[in-house]
Protein backbone atom coordinates (compact mmCIF):
# COMPACT_ATOMS: atom_id res chain seq x y z
CA UNK A 1 0.00 0.00 0.00
CA UNK A 2 1.29 3.05 -0.75
CA UNK A 3 2.65 5.51 1.99
CA UNK A 4 0.58 8.50 0.99
CA UNK A 5 -2.54 6.90 1.39
CA UNK A 6 -1.79 5.32 4.88
CA UNK A 7 -1.05 8.76 6.67
CA UNK A 8 -3.41 11.56 6.11
CA UNK A 9 -1.84 15.14 4.41
CA UNK A 10 -2.10 16.87 7.59
CA UNK A 11 -0.03 14.53 9.64
CA UNK A 12 2.43 14.19 6.83
CA UNK A 13 2.96 17.99 6.54
CA UNK A 14 3.51 17.84 10.66
CA UNK A 15 6.00 14.91 10.59
CA UNK A 16 8.27 17.24 7.88
CA UNK A 17 7.99 20.56 9.85
CA UNK A 18 9.28 18.60 12.61
CA UNK A 19 12.25 17.54 10.35
CA UNK A 20 13.01 20.74 9.76
CA UNK A 21 12.97 22.08 12.84
CA UNK A 22 14.72 19.07 14.38
CA UNK A 23 17.46 19.95 11.43
CA UNK A 24 17.96 23.72 12.33
CA UNK A 25 18.19 22.55 16.22
CA UNK A 26 20.93 20.54 14.74
CA UNK A 27 22.36 22.81 12.84
CA UNK A 28 22.33 25.36 15.54
CA UNK A 29 23.66 23.17 18.55
CA UNK A 30 26.61 21.85 16.44
CA UNK A 31 27.38 25.21 15.01
CA UNK A 32 31.34 24.58 15.93
CA UNK A 33 31.66 21.71 13.76
CA UNK A 34 29.36 22.40 10.93
CA UNK A 35 30.75 25.77 10.11
CA UNK A 36 34.53 24.45 10.51
CA UNK A 37 33.75 22.06 7.88
CA UNK A 38 31.76 24.00 5.42
CA UNK A 39 35.07 26.47 5.53
CA UNK A 40 37.06 23.71 5.25
CA UNK A 41 34.90 22.09 1.85
CA UNK A 42 35.13 25.52 0.73
CA UNK A 43 39.14 26.00 0.33
CA UNK A 44 39.42 22.70 -0.89
CA UNK A 45 37.26 23.57 -3.61
CA UNK A 46 39.20 26.61 -4.13
CA UNK A 47 42.62 25.25 -4.26
CA UNK A 48 41.67 21.75 -5.98
CA UNK A 49 42.82 23.53 -9.38
CA UNK A 50 45.96 23.90 -8.29
CA UNK A 51 46.17 20.47 -6.33
CA UNK A 52 44.81 18.95 -9.74
CA UNK A 53 48.08 21.06 -11.86
CA UNK A 54 50.19 19.76 -9.46
CA UNK A 55 49.20 16.08 -9.53
CA UNK A 56 49.22 16.17 -13.30
CA UNK A 57 53.27 17.26 -12.91
CA UNK A 58 53.57 13.81 -11.47
CA UNK A 59 54.02 15.33 -8.18
CA UNK A 60 52.35 13.01 -5.48
CA UNK A 61 48.96 13.80 -3.66
CA UNK A 62 50.30 14.43 -0.31
CA UNK A 63 53.18 16.78 -1.73
CA UNK A 64 50.86 18.52 -4.14
CA UNK A 65 48.29 19.24 -1.04
CA UNK A 66 51.13 20.40 1.12
CA UNK A 67 52.48 22.70 -1.64
CA UNK A 68 48.69 24.55 -1.37
CA UNK A 69 48.87 24.49 1.81
CA UNK A 70 51.58 26.33 2.19
CA UNK A 71 50.50 28.60 -0.80
CA UNK A 72 47.45 29.60 1.48
CA UNK A 73 48.84 29.77 4.52
CA UNK A 74 51.42 32.28 2.61
CA UNK A 75 49.14 34.10 1.37
CA UNK A 76 46.98 34.95 4.66
CA UNK A 77 50.21 35.98 6.43
CA UNK A 78 50.90 38.21 4.14
CA UNK A 79 47.86 39.74 4.42
CA UNK A 80 47.86 39.69 8.43
CA UNK A 81 51.37 40.97 8.29
CA UNK A 82 50.09 43.93 6.08
CA UNK A 83 47.06 44.63 8.27
CA UNK A 84 49.33 44.81 11.77
CA UNK A 85 51.69 47.19 9.62
CA UNK A 86 48.68 49.38 8.70
CA UNK A 87 47.46 48.86 12.20
CA UNK A 88 50.75 49.75 14.48
CA UNK A 89 51.28 53.00 12.26
CA UNK A 90 47.79 54.06 13.22
CA UNK A 91 48.15 53.28 16.86
CA UNK A 92 51.57 55.77 16.49
CA UNK A 93 49.36 58.19 15.28
CA UNK A 94 46.45 57.72 17.69
CA UNK A 95 47.60 60.55 20.11
CA UNK A 96 47.25 62.88 17.49
CA UNK A 97 43.92 60.84 16.29
CA UNK A 98 42.41 61.61 20.25
CA UNK A 99 43.94 65.16 20.18
CA UNK A 100 41.98 65.85 17.28
CA UNK A 101 38.64 63.84 18.55
CA UNK A 102 38.94 66.33 22.02
CA UNK A 103 38.60 69.27 19.91
CA UNK A 104 35.55 67.93 17.61
CA UNK A 105 33.86 67.41 21.54
CA UNK A 106 35.21 70.52 22.58
CA UNK A 107 33.30 71.93 19.71
CA UNK A 108 30.39 70.27 19.42
CA UNK A 109 29.68 70.41 23.40
CA UNK A 110 29.74 74.37 22.83
CA UNK A 111 27.71 74.35 20.01
CA UNK A 112 24.93 72.49 21.66
CA UNK A 113 25.30 74.99 24.51
CA UNK A 114 24.84 77.89 21.78
CA UNK A 115 21.98 76.21 19.57
CA UNK A 116 20.42 74.60 22.59
CA UNK A 117 21.54 75.90 25.93
CA UNK A 118 23.09 72.53 27.34
CA UNK A 119 25.35 73.55 29.87
CA UNK A 120 28.71 72.47 29.52
CA UNK A 121 29.28 71.31 33.07
CA UNK A 122 26.10 69.25 32.50
CA UNK A 123 27.03 67.87 29.14
CA UNK A 124 30.18 66.55 31.06
CA UNK A 125 28.30 65.08 33.95
CA UNK A 126 26.40 63.03 31.25
CA UNK A 127 29.67 62.02 29.28
CA UNK A 128 30.96 60.66 32.38
CA UNK A 129 27.85 58.59 33.85
CA UNK A 130 27.71 57.05 30.58
CA UNK A 131 31.44 56.43 30.11
CA UNK A 132 30.97 54.60 34.10
CA UNK A 133 28.04 52.53 32.72
CA UNK A 134 30.34 51.30 29.83
CA UNK A 135 32.94 50.77 31.73
CA UNK A 136 31.06 48.52 34.49
CA UNK A 137 29.85 46.72 31.74
CA UNK A 138 32.64 46.28 29.52
CA UNK A 139 34.29 43.53 31.72
CA UNK A 140 31.82 41.04 30.73
CA UNK A 141 31.86 42.32 27.11
CA UNK A 142 35.66 41.93 27.04
CA UNK A 143 35.41 38.83 28.44
CA UNK A 144 33.03 37.42 26.16
CA UNK A 145 34.91 38.71 23.27
CA UNK A 146 37.76 37.13 24.22
CA UNK A 147 36.57 34.19 24.79
CA UNK A 148 35.03 34.01 21.64
CA UNK A 149 37.64 35.06 19.57
CA UNK A 150 40.08 32.51 21.27
CA UNK A 151 37.56 29.79 20.43
CA UNK A 152 37.11 31.11 16.83
CA UNK A 153 41.28 31.07 16.05
CA UNK A 154 41.67 27.46 17.99
CA UNK A 155 39.03 26.44 15.52
CA UNK A 156 40.53 28.09 12.37
CA UNK A 157 43.75 26.66 12.97
CA UNK A 158 41.77 22.88 12.01
CA UNK A 159 40.87 24.16 8.98
CA UNK A 160 43.94 23.53 7.48
CA UNK A 161 44.07 19.75 8.99
CA UNK A 162 40.50 19.38 7.54
CA UNK A 163 40.94 20.79 3.83
CA UNK A 164 44.35 18.27 3.96
CA UNK A 165 42.11 15.44 4.52
CA UNK A 166 39.08 16.74 2.07
CA UNK A 167 41.50 16.82 -0.73
CA UNK A 168 43.22 14.02 0.08
CA UNK A 169 40.38 11.54 0.74
CA UNK A 170 38.50 13.00 -2.41
CA UNK A 171 38.16 9.76 -4.43
CA UNK A 172 36.67 8.28 -1.14
CA UNK A 173 34.39 10.31 -0.71
CA UNK A 174 32.87 10.24 -3.90
CA UNK A 175 32.99 6.41 -3.63
CA UNK A 176 30.34 7.16 -0.44
CA UNK A 177 28.28 9.00 -2.22
CA UNK A 178 28.15 6.20 -4.94
CA UNK A 179 27.30 3.87 -2.19
CA UNK A 180 25.08 6.29 -0.87
CA UNK A 181 22.68 7.07 -4.06
CA UNK A 182 22.89 3.69 -5.17
CA UNK A 183 19.63 3.99 -6.89
CA UNK A 184 20.64 6.79 -8.87
CA UNK A 185 22.74 6.78 -11.97
CA UNK A 186 26.46 7.62 -11.72
CA UNK A 187 26.26 9.93 -14.28
CA UNK A 188 23.90 11.94 -13.10
CA UNK A 189 25.72 11.95 -9.60
CA UNK A 190 28.82 12.99 -11.51
CA UNK A 191 26.57 15.85 -12.99
CA UNK A 192 25.31 16.91 -9.26
CA UNK A 193 28.35 17.25 -7.82
CA UNK A 194 30.20 18.56 -11.38
CA UNK A 195 27.56 21.66 -11.22
CA UNK A 196 28.24 22.45 -7.19
CA UNK A 197 31.96 22.42 -8.33
CA UNK A 198 31.29 24.80 -10.76
CA UNK A 199 29.27 27.05 -8.83
CA UNK A 200 30.89 27.19 -5.80
CA UNK A 201 34.65 27.49 -7.51
CA UNK A 202 33.40 30.39 -9.79
CA UNK A 203 31.69 31.78 -6.56
CA UNK A 204 34.75 31.66 -4.67
CA UNK A 205 37.40 33.08 -7.13
CA UNK A 206 35.11 36.07 -8.17
CA UNK A 207 34.65 36.63 -5.09
CA UNK A 208 38.88 36.95 -4.88
CA UNK A 209 38.73 39.49 -7.60
CA UNK A 210 35.74 41.28 -7.01
CA UNK A 211 37.61 41.80 -3.64
CA UNK A 212 40.83 42.97 -5.08
CA UNK A 213 39.09 45.56 -7.52
CA UNK A 214 36.84 46.97 -5.45
CA UNK A 215 40.00 47.06 -2.68
CA UNK A 216 41.24 49.32 -5.52
CA UNK A 217 39.01 51.45 -6.21
CA UNK A 218 38.15 52.37 -2.54
CA UNK A 219 42.19 52.97 -2.39
CA UNK A 220 42.36 55.22 -5.06
CA UNK A 221 39.37 57.07 -4.08
CA UNK A 222 40.92 57.63 -0.72
CA UNK A 223 43.82 58.46 -2.01
CA UNK A 224 42.37 61.38 -4.05
CA UNK A 225 40.99 62.76 -1.26
CA UNK A 226 44.05 63.07 0.72
CA UNK A 227 42.54 60.59 3.92
CA UNK A 228 45.07 58.94 6.04
CA UNK A 229 45.66 55.05 5.50
CA UNK A 230 43.72 54.81 2.55
CA UNK A 231 44.85 50.99 1.50
CA UNK A 232 44.15 50.13 4.93
CA UNK A 233 40.62 51.32 5.28
CA UNK A 234 39.65 50.38 1.40
CA UNK A 235 41.13 46.96 1.50
CA UNK A 236 38.93 46.58 5.19
CA UNK A 237 35.41 47.38 3.15
CA UNK A 238 36.42 44.99 0.42
CA UNK A 239 37.18 42.05 2.40
CA UNK A 240 33.95 43.09 4.29
CA UNK A 241 32.17 41.87 1.04
CA UNK A 242 32.56 38.71 2.37
CA UNK A 243 29.15 39.83 4.26
CA UNK A 244 27.01 40.55 1.14
CA UNK A 245 24.67 43.41 0.81
CA UNK A 246 26.33 45.45 4.37
CA UNK A 247 29.71 44.51 4.40
CA UNK A 248 30.58 47.53 2.47
CA UNK A 249 28.30 49.70 3.92
CA UNK A 250 30.00 48.85 7.35
CA UNK A 251 33.40 48.66 6.59
CA UNK A 252 33.14 52.92 4.78
CA UNK A 253 31.99 54.26 8.74
CA UNK A 254 35.32 54.27 10.10
CA UNK A 255 36.82 56.47 7.55
CA UNK A 256 33.96 58.62 7.27
CA UNK A 257 34.76 59.10 11.11
CA UNK A 258 38.85 59.42 10.54
CA UNK A 259 37.42 62.02 7.75
CA UNK A 260 35.48 64.05 10.05
CA UNK A 261 38.06 64.19 12.76
CA UNK A 262 41.07 64.70 11.05
CA UNK A 263 40.30 66.93 8.46
CA UNK A 264 39.24 70.39 9.23
CA UNK A 265 36.13 70.63 6.85
CA UNK A 266 33.21 67.98 7.09
CA UNK A 267 33.32 68.07 3.10
CA UNK A 268 36.28 65.00 3.39
CA UNK A 269 33.77 62.75 5.05
CA UNK A 270 30.84 63.74 2.37
CA UNK A 271 33.56 62.84 -0.35
CA UNK A 272 34.42 59.35 1.57
CA UNK A 273 30.46 58.37 1.71
CA UNK A 274 30.23 59.68 -2.02
CA UNK A 275 33.29 57.63 -2.99
CA UNK A 276 32.17 54.70 -1.03
CA UNK A 277 28.60 54.89 -2.40
CA UNK A 278 30.06 55.43 -6.37
CA UNK A 279 31.95 51.88 -5.73
CA UNK A 280 29.46 50.09 -4.07
CA UNK A 281 26.68 50.89 -6.95
CA UNK A 282 29.68 49.71 -9.21
CA UNK A 283 30.44 46.60 -7.32
CA UNK A 284 26.51 45.83 -7.36
CA UNK A 285 25.73 46.69 -11.00
CA UNK A 286 28.74 46.13 -13.06
CA UNK A 287 31.95 44.15 -11.32
CA UNK A 288 30.24 41.55 -9.68
CA UNK A 289 27.92 40.23 -12.34
CA UNK A 290 31.06 40.79 -14.96
CA UNK A 291 33.08 38.82 -12.90
CA UNK A 292 30.90 36.19 -10.98
CA UNK A 293 27.95 36.21 -13.19
CA UNK A 294 25.10 34.17 -13.11
CA UNK A 295 27.25 31.24 -11.07
CA UNK A 296 24.67 31.92 -7.90
CA UNK A 297 21.52 32.55 -9.82
CA UNK A 298 19.69 33.14 -5.96
CA UNK A 299 17.62 36.26 -6.61
CA UNK A 300 17.92 38.77 -4.60
CA UNK A 301 14.55 38.09 -2.36
CA UNK A 302 15.91 34.87 -1.10
CA UNK A 303 19.22 36.27 -1.16
CA UNK A 304 18.16 38.51 1.82
CA UNK A 305 15.99 36.11 3.89
CA UNK A 306 19.11 33.67 3.66
CA UNK A 307 21.41 35.74 5.25
CA UNK A 308 18.99 36.97 7.83
CA UNK A 309 18.68 33.55 8.59
CA UNK A 310 22.50 32.80 8.41
CA UNK A 311 22.70 35.39 10.93
CA UNK A 312 20.71 34.17 13.16
CA UNK A 313 21.62 30.71 12.95
CA UNK A 314 25.71 30.87 13.21
CA UNK A 315 26.45 34.86 13.10
CA UNK A 316 29.31 36.33 11.20
CA UNK A 317 29.64 32.96 9.77
CA UNK A 318 26.28 32.73 8.43
CA UNK A 319 26.12 35.82 6.76
CA UNK A 320 29.76 34.99 5.09
CA UNK A 321 28.15 31.21 4.25
CA UNK A 322 24.52 31.93 3.60
CA UNK A 323 24.94 32.44 -0.36
CA UNK A 324 27.43 29.57 -1.29
CA UNK A 325 25.53 27.36 0.51
CA UNK A 326 22.18 28.20 -0.63
CA UNK A 327 23.92 27.92 -3.85
CA UNK A 328 24.70 24.51 -3.26
CA UNK A 329 21.06 23.70 -2.08
CA UNK A 330 19.91 25.29 -5.23
CA UNK A 331 21.91 22.69 -7.61
CA UNK A 332 20.45 19.83 -5.70
CA UNK A 333 16.86 21.13 -5.92
CA UNK A 334 17.10 21.48 -9.40
CA UNK A 335 18.20 17.84 -9.73
CA UNK A 336 15.80 16.09 -7.77
CA UNK A 337 12.55 15.80 -8.90
CA UNK A 338 10.33 16.13 -5.58
CA UNK A 339 12.12 19.73 -5.23
CA UNK A 340 12.91 20.99 -7.99
CA UNK A 341 10.12 23.41 -7.24
CA UNK A 342 11.72 24.62 -4.42
CA UNK A 343 14.93 25.01 -6.54
CA UNK A 344 12.95 27.69 -9.20
CA UNK A 345 11.49 29.38 -5.74
CA UNK A 346 15.54 30.07 -5.57
CA UNK A 347 16.36 30.93 -8.66
CA UNK A 348 16.31 34.04 -10.81
CA UNK A 349 12.25 34.84 -12.38
CA UNK A 350 12.73 34.55 -15.98
CA UNK A 351 8.92 36.72 -16.11
CA UNK A 352 9.57 36.90 -20.04
CA UNK A 353 9.64 33.29 -20.47
CA UNK A 354 7.35 32.26 -17.97
CA UNK A 355 4.36 35.01 -18.55
CA UNK A 356 4.64 35.13 -22.03
CA UNK A 357 1.71 33.08 -23.22
CA UNK A 358 3.14 30.21 -25.94
CA UNK A 359 0.01 29.87 -27.89
CA UNK A 360 -2.95 31.72 -28.37
CA UNK A 361 -6.94 30.61 -28.91
CA UNK A 362 -7.98 31.32 -32.35
CA UNK A 363 -10.72 34.31 -32.27
CA UNK A 364 -14.17 33.80 -34.60
CA UNK A 365 -13.57 35.61 -37.18
CA UNK A 366 -9.93 33.25 -37.84
CA UNK A 367 -12.03 30.33 -37.63
CA UNK A 368 -13.98 31.51 -40.57
CA UNK A 369 -11.71 32.69 -42.91
CA UNK A 370 -9.85 29.47 -42.23
CA UNK A 371 -13.67 27.74 -43.15
CA UNK A 372 -13.68 29.93 -46.51
CA UNK A 373 -10.33 28.52 -46.85
CA UNK A 374 -10.84 25.08 -47.11
CA UNK A 375 -14.37 24.91 -48.64
CA UNK A 376 -12.45 27.08 -51.96
CA UNK A 377 -9.79 24.55 -51.54
CA UNK A 378 -12.49 21.56 -51.92
CA UNK A 379 -14.36 23.34 -54.47
CA UNK A 380 -10.92 23.66 -56.69
CA UNK A 381 -10.46 20.46 -56.11
CA UNK A 382 -14.28 19.20 -57.35
CA UNK A 383 -13.78 21.43 -60.47
CA UNK A 384 -10.92 19.27 -62.44
CA UNK A 385 -12.78 16.32 -61.42
CA UNK A 386 -15.83 17.22 -62.88
CA UNK A 387 -14.67 18.54 -66.02
CA UNK A 388 -12.50 14.79 -66.78
CA UNK A 389 -16.07 13.39 -65.73
CA UNK A 390 -17.73 15.31 -68.47
CA UNK A 391 -15.79 14.43 -71.11
CA UNK A 392 -15.82 10.66 -70.48
Same mark, same amino acid.
Request: positive net charge; charged residues 15%.
Given at each position: ?8 ? #? ?232 ? #? ?148
Amino acid at each position: MNSESTFPY #PIRLAASLICVLLIIYGLYALQGIVTLMLYSLLLAMLLFPLCRKLESWKLPRVAAIFVCLVVLIGVLAGIVWLVSMQMANFTDDFPKFQDKMNAVIDRAQRMADDQFGLDKTRQNNEIKRITNDVLHNSGSYIGTFLSSTTSTLADLSLVPIFVFFILLYRDFFRSFLYKLFSKTRRHRLDDVLGKIYVVVQGYLTGLVLVIGIVAGLNTAGLLILGIDYAWFFGTLAAVLLLI #PYIGILVGSLLPTIYALVTKDSPMYAVGVIGVFSFVQILEGNFITPNVVGSKVSVNPLAAMVVLIMGGQLWGISGLVLALPVTAIMKVICDHVDGLKPYGFLLGDPEYSRELKPTTRLPTLDSLRKRKDKVEKALANEEQPQNQEDTRN
